[in-house]
């Protein structure tokens, strides 16, 4: 089973709530679903649109192709009027559906409302009755739900919203097409950011400061939501300096501290990704990526930020760089980033777009994620003798030195930007120098050996590679090829990955960038070259039509293209909507 | 002194920054502090080595950002003293938007600027309170640059502690950073501080001519204000030393970390936590 609902909005008339309603009511029936949200940079006008994909089976990337789609103004209906099934169905108000279409469900829904006693608040609960109706799904459900959502409201609006929601799901009863009936146990329905947030604190996050940017910033709300539930602190900072700046004092005392934000405010954190680099503080940085370069197209999607994140802050260091590939692998993540992090005593990325930020999907259930502290002292130790300080910086076999936080007794020392000794004191000997490089440097290995190896599905001479959140498009795509995604993205492991691709005599990477970046990185650590590119930087994901269309177009090549294969025309038959080529009135 | 390192500091013979260091590790001696819960946090400068030459927990970060790494140690562990310390090119010029904002959101922490109105490390560039008029590597024929004026800014931005020192008066200092260290808010102490090597017109003796010891209402705001502006409209003739300012107020602690808890005393289950109760709400 594999449905599609699409709610298509002008910003303000509540896309979102309608498609997350929806959403929620199939994974309470055991589905999995993917929500899949699209909006300008705007807050009120333009336009916004919400797909609910409903399966039996995993699934990772919206599609194409829509069975239900809900329009709420004559520009929704222009728009994705295209992407409607042969047998769907569009539902769309009589005063302005066109009326040449037989798929269309045209309804009278002001008198609707007005029949059933509600108000024009609930155009959007009739258009959920109508679509539960349309495919059979009890109308209990979305009563309960309507109970939470409005039971703040008082009785007389849950009431209401009752009778509009029946009006609606009769209606849809009466051009009943389908049949889709709860068949298993409620599921989580997560956006990106959130299972971020979950398996961070899961993994034990004690702090995290911010400063708002699309698409980060809904981690900052979700995670101030849970102050005060657990021990956690989350400050919103001045600015993207103090928030990094803040986050790397909290870890230094001896938290669990993660910053976030997108790459323009990542940029301004530069700077302090070198500081608890050199002073050995752990850090893990959360950075979603949009559509740049600068303010770029804040509310799009793009994977172009990875240089900058493998080159950010002066000076040579070892950092760890993870692209989840899915919203369940967020929430992991995120948490092991913590891990890492403690372990080896280095920056570690999250660094997800958009798409995965903001998209929605369901997880069966949220396992705890193991805390590893690495070595941190937490207990007192033996008082040092009067002007001792302790060997913070002390030269190991594995490069990690243990690590006393303020408040322990007898672990004096200072984190600092400057080089320094084993006992932490600033020096500009040689012999000290070339020593804590060589220390911080020997993590390398044993950070290698922990190492994700890449993930692979399928068998065969053709690969094709995806890296982050485009997984879910490229594998779903590419079912008939060998396919393999990076979510260890740096640094890599020679031999893991070479190892995947063994007996593979093609190479096809996807990329939603301009330039192929992570195919540089592949090439730069392993030496692996990708025998055809294909590139996608229009501030949308790839979908799995598209994916499918390029690797048509590529076996007529035998899989070996000298230039990329670009986003063009004919790729647009596969897009979403293009408003770009409509006046929106 | 428990306080003391094998190191000494290696500022220029005569500097400001001696009398700093001498009267802050006396002051957490005699307020009881322990080097254990004490840290020292500094941002990149002459006086900003600091951190080096107190036996303590301390972190000697970037410059123009004592403020954020100290808050972040602050919130993560109420029960440290947590001192920021740093120069004024550091926290008025790079720093400037910490400390109004710190200022403004009464952060529990304990900021000293080492104000000698000059850029030091970097061998003598015009800082934002370079005076008007002083010749320095970038105001070859004078500054004609209006000076940044510390002590009404922190009070306008909303600091609840602003009091101003000497680093010659080393006994003041330590007891106006005492009485910092037992204040609950955002303690900001500029400290008046000569550059032998830099400045040649703040000198001792400049400042002994011009400094008084304040004995005014510090709680009184209008009398406060008119002690922060006076050095400015007796064109620096009288410049009054001691605590400027002080009212407590709901700190920003209290609303990021709701309960206050020291974090990094809370228990982490190694087999992680169970979210679930927290997301009731997707279900």
């Given at each position: 089973?594999?449905?599609?609902?699409?709610?298509g909005?002008?910003?303000?008339?509540?896309?979102?709530v309608?498609g997350?309603?929806?959403g929620k009511?199939?994974?309470?029936?055991?589905?999995?679903?993917?929500?899949?949200?699209?909006?300008?940079?705007?807050?009120?006008?333009?336009h916004?649109?919400?797909?609910?994909?409903?399966?039996?089976g995993?699934?990772?990337?919206?599609?194409?192709?829509?069975?239900?789609?809900?329009?709420?103004?004559?520009?929704a209906?222009a728009?994705?009027?295209?992407?409607?099934?042969?047998?769907?169905?569009?539902i769309?108000?009589k005063?302005?559906?066109?009326?040449?279409?037989?798929?269309?469900?045209?309804l009278?829904?002001a008198?609707l409302?007005k029949?059933?006693?509600g108000?024009?608040?609930?155009?959007n609960?009739?258009?959920?009755?109508?679509?539960?109706?349309l495919?059979g799904?009890?109308?209990?459900?979305?009563?309960?739900?309507?109970?939470?959502?409005?039971?703040?409201?008082?009785?007389?609006?849950?009431n209401?919203?009752?009778?509009?929601?029946?009006?609606?799901y009769e209606?849809?009863k009466?051009?009943?097409?389908?049949?889709?009936v709860p068949?298993?146990e409620?599921?989580?329905y997560?956006a990106?950011?959130?299972?971020?947030?979950l398996g961070?604190?899961?993994?034990g996050?004690?702090f995290?400061?911010?400063?708002?940017m699309?698409?980060a910033?809904?981690?900052?709300?979700f995670?101030?939501?849970?102050?005060?539930?657990?021990?956690?602190?989350?400050?919103q900072?001045?600015?993207?300096?103090?928030?990094i700046n803040?986050?790397?004092?909290?870890?230094?005392?001896?938290v669990?501290?993660m910053?976030?934000?997108?790459?323009?405010?990542?940029?301004l954190?530069?700077e302090?990704?070198g500081l608890?680099a050199?002073?050995?503080?752990?850090?893990?940085?959360?950075l979603?990526q949009?559509?740049g370069?600068?303010?770029?197209?804040?509310?799009?999607?793009?994977?172009a930020?990875?240089?900058q994140v493998?080159?950010?802050?002066?000076?040579?260091?070892l950092?760890?760089?993870l692209?989840p590939?899915?919203?369940?692998?967020?929430?992991?993540?995120?948490?092991?980033?913590?891990?890492?992090?403690e372990k080896?005593?280095v920056?570690?990325?999250v660094?997800?777009d958009?798409?995965l930020a903001?998209?929605n999907?369901t997880l069966?259930?949220?396992?705890p994620?193991?805390?590893e502290?690495?070595?941190?002292?937490?207990?007192?130790?033996?008082?040092?003798p009067?002007?001792?300080?302790?060997?913070?910086?002390?030269?190991?076999?594995t490069?990690?030195?243990p690590?006393p936080?303020?408040?322990?007794?007898g672990?004096?020392?200072i984190?600092?930007?400057?080089?320094h000794?084993?006992?932490?004191?600033?020096?500009?000997?040689f012999?000290?120098?070339?020593k804590?490089?060589?220390?911080?440097?020997?993590k390398?290995?044993?950070i290698l050996?922990?190492?994700y190896?890449?993930?692979?599905?399928?068998?065969?001479r053709?690969?094709?590679?995806a890296?982050?959140?485009?997984?879910?498009p490229?594998f779903?795509g590419?079912?008939?090829?060998?396919?393999?995604?990076?979510?260890w993205?740096y640094?890599?492991d020679?031999?893991?990955?070479?190892?995947?691709?063994?007996g593979?005599?093609?190479?096809?990477?996807?990329?939603?960038?301009?330039?192929?970046?992570?195919?540089?990185l592949?090439?730069?650590?392993?030496?692996i070259?990708?025998?055809?590119?294909v590139?996608?930087y229009t501030?949308?994901?790839?979908?799995?039509?598209?994916?499918?269309h390029?690797?048509?177009m590529?076996?007529e090549?035998?899989?070996?293209?000298?230039?990329?294969?670009?986003y063009?025309?004919?790729?647009?038959?596969?897009?979403?909507?293009?408003?770009w080529?409509y006046?929106?009135? | 002194?428990?306080?003391n390192?094998p190191?000494k500091?290696?500022?220029?013979p005569?500097?400001?920054?001696?009398?700093?260091?001498?009267?802050?590790?006396?002051a957490?001696h005699?307020v009881?502090?322990?080097?254990k819960?004490?840290v020292?946090?500094?941002?990149?400068?002459?006086?900003?080595k600091?951190p080096?030459?107190?036996?303590s927990?301390?972190?000697?970060?970037?410059?123009?950002r004592?403020?954020?790494?100290?808050?972040?140690i602050?919130?993560a562990n109420?029960?440290l003293?947590?001192?920021?310390?740093?120069?004024?090119?550091?926290g008025?010029?790079?720093g400037?938007?910490h400390f109004?904002?710190g200022?403004?959101?009464?952060?529990?922490?304990?900021?000293?600027?080492?104000?000698?109105?000059?850029y030091?490390?970097?061998t003598g560039?015009?800082s934002p309170?370079?005076?008007?008029?002083?010749?320095?590597?970038?105001?070859p024929?004078?500054?004609?640059?209006?000076e940044?004026?510390?002590v009404?800014?922190?009070?306008?931005?909303?600091?609840?502690?602003v009091?101003?020192?000497f680093?010659?008066?080393?006994?003041h200092?330590?007891?106006?950073?005492?009485e910092?260290?037992?204040?609950?808010?955002?303690a900001?102490?500029?400290?008046?501080?000569?550059?032998?090597?830099?400045n040649?017109?703040?000198?001792?003796?400049w400042?002994?001519?011009?400094?008084?010891?304040t004995?005014h209402?510090?709680s009184?705001?209008?009398?406060?204000?008119?002690?922060?502006w006076?050095?400015?409209?007796?064109?620096?003739?009288?410049?009054p030393?001691?605590?400027?300012?002080?009212?407590?107020?709901?700190i920003?602690?209290?609303?990021?970390?709701?309960?206050?808890?020291?974090l990094?005393?809370?228990?982490?289950?190694?087999?992680g936590i169970?979210?679930?109760?927290?997301?009731?709400?997707?279900?």
């Open positions: 089973m594999d449905f599609t609902i699409k709610v909005a002008a910003a303000g008339e509540g896309a979102f309608t997350k309603v929806l009511l199939f994974a309470r029936g055991g589905y999995h679903v993917f929500g899949y949200p699209e909006y300008p940079s705007l807050i009120r006008g333009g916004n649109s919400y797909q609910v994909r409903i399966s039996d995993t699934i990772e990337s919206p599609r194409r192709e829509n069975n239900i789609i809900l329009v709420l103004n004559p520009d209906y728009f994705h009027i295209e992407t409607l099934a042969k047998d769907g169905v569009i769309v108000d005063s302005f559906a066109p009326g040449k279409d037989e798929r269309e469900l045209a009278p829904i008198d409302i029949e059933a006693g108000d024009m608040r609930m155009k609960t009739l258009l959920v009755g109508v679509t539960l109706g495919v799904y009890p109308l209990e459900m979305l009563e309960q739900l309507l109970e939470e959502i409005f039971g703040s409201k008082g009785e007389e609006v849950v209401a919203n009752k009778r509009v929601a029946r009006a609606g209606i849809g009466d051009h009943k097409k389908w049949e889709i068949k298993g409620p599921k989580y997560i990106g950011n959130e299972a971020a947030g961070a604190l899961s993994a996050l004690r995290y400061s911010g400063y708002p699309t698409p910033s809904s981690l900052l709300h995670l101030i939501s849970k102050r005060g539930k657990l021990p956690l602190a989350v400050v900072s001045e600015d993207e300096i103090a928030a803040q986050a790397i004092g909290a870890a230094y005392a001896g669990r501290a910053t976030g934000s997108s790459g323009g405010g990542f940029a954190m530069t302090a990704v608890a050199l002073a050995e503080i752990p850090l893990v940085v959360y979603a949009r559509t370069p600068s303010t770029g197209m804040p509310t799009w999607t793009e994977q930020d990875l240089f493998l080159g950010a802050s002066q000076g040579e260091f950092r760890i760089v692209a590939t899915s919203i369940p692998e967020n929430y992991r993540l995120t948490g092991e980033a913590l891990n890492l992090a080896y005593q920056p570690v990325f660094l997800v958009k798409f903001e998209s999907a069966d259930s949220l396992p994620i193991p805390i502290r690495g070595p941190i002292i937490l207990e007192d130790m033996e008082e040092l009067l002007m001792k300080r302790y060997p913070r910086y002390k030269d190991t076999e490069g990690v030195s690590r936080v303020p408040g322990v007794r672990g004096y020392h984190g600092t930007s400057y080089e000794r084993e006992d932490s004191f600033t020096t500009e000997d012999d000290e120098r070339k804590q490089v060589d220390k911080r440097m020997r390398l290995a044993h050996n922990e190492s190896p890449p993930i692979v599905e399928g068998n065969g053709v690969a094709v590679v890296w982050g959140s485009q997984k879910g490229v779903e590419a079912k008939k090829y060998k396919r393999i995604a990076f979510n993205v640094p890599l020679k031999e893991k990955v070479k190892k995947a691709f063994e593979v005599e093609r190479i096809v990477v996807f990329e939603n960038n301009a330039t192929g970046l992570f195919s540089k592949l090439y730069m650590e392993t030496g070259k990708p025998d055809a590119l590139l996608k501030g949308r994901q790839f979908f799995p039509e598209q994916v499918e390029a690797l048509e590529l076996e090549k035998d899989f070996q293209s000298p230039d990329p294969i670009r063009e025309e004919d790729f647009e038959k596969y897009e979403f909507y293009a408003p080529r006046k929106v009135k | 002194m428990e306080f390192t190191e500091p290696q500022w220029c005569g500097c400001g920054d001696y009398g700093i260091h001498t009267a802050l590790k006396q957490l005699e009881g502090a322990h080097p819960d004490t020292i946090v500094s941002g990149i400068g002459c006086g900003s600091i080096n030459y107190v036996r927990y301390g972190l000697e970060g970037l410059h123009g004592v403020i954020p790494t100290s808050v972040g602050k919130i109420p029960e003293t947590v001192i920021g310390i740093g120069g004024d090119g550091d008025f010029s790079e400037g938007n109004i904002h200022a403004r959101e009464n952060f529990d922490i304990v900021y000293i600027v080492q104000d000698n109105h000059i030091g490390l970097t560039q015009a309170t370079t005076p008007k008029g002083m010749k320095t590597k970038t105001t024929d004078g500054n004609m640059i209006n940044f004026r510390p009404p800014m922190a009070l306008v931005a909303g600091a609840t502690f009091a101003t020192a680093a010659g008066d080393i006994m200092l330590k007891e106006v950073i005492k910092a260290i037992a204040h609950k808010g955002f900001f102490i500029d400290v008046y501080q000569p550059c032998v090597t830099w040649k017109l703040n000198t001792y003796d400042y002994r001519e011009r400094v008084y010891k004995t209402d510090p009184d705001w209008n009398q406060a204000w008119e002690k922060a006076e050095p400015y409209v007796t064109d620096f003739e009288k410049i030393l001691g605590v400027i300012y002080k009212k407590e107020r709901e920003a602690d209290d609303f990021f970390s709701p309960g206050r808890k020291n990094v005393k809370e228990p982490l289950d190694p087999n169970d979210v679930s109760f927290l997301a009731k709400e997707f279900l």
